[in-house]
């Protein structure tokens, strides 16, 4: 049984497809924290001064939620490095090779 492995252009395909997933979904984290963040940092609905006061028992701090953002973005950036490289191991950058030279007598 033999197994077959991708070709460059495939490879390539797949690299660039996993590459605008993870953008995709790095932007998502980012924007379900950013929506985090403001929801932990709204005032209360039922807490009117005179008649109660709160006081908020106090928010996780979410320092290491902004580092996963960032390594995100960074693995992003990797990903996207991946893609030049195996795009580099493809025909798609190589200019189309010349035709070959016609056979031109010798002369005499």
């Known amino acids: 049984m033999s197994v ?32 985090v963040k403001t929801s932990t940092t709204a005032p209360l609905p039922h807490c009117l001064p005179p008649m109660a006061t709160c006081f908020p028992a106090g928010v996780t701090p979410m320092g290491s939620l902004n580092v996963s953002v960032v390594f ?3 693995n992003l950036v ?22 070959p030279a016609a ?4 002369a005499m």
């Not at 990797?78 to 035709?99: C, D, I, M, Q």
């Open 4 to 35: 077959s492995l991708p070709t460059p252009p495939q490879d390539f395909l797949t690299t660039v497809a996993f590459s605008f997933l993870w953008l995709v979904s790095s932007s998502a984290w980012a924007k379900a924290l950013a929506d």
């Open 72 to 74: 995100g973005f960074l």
């Open 78 to 99: 990797l990903w996207a490095g991946s893609s030049w490289f195996v795009y580099k191991e493809t025909n798609f950058h190589r200019p189309a090779s010349p035709p």
């Open 103 to 106: 056979a031109v007598p010798a």
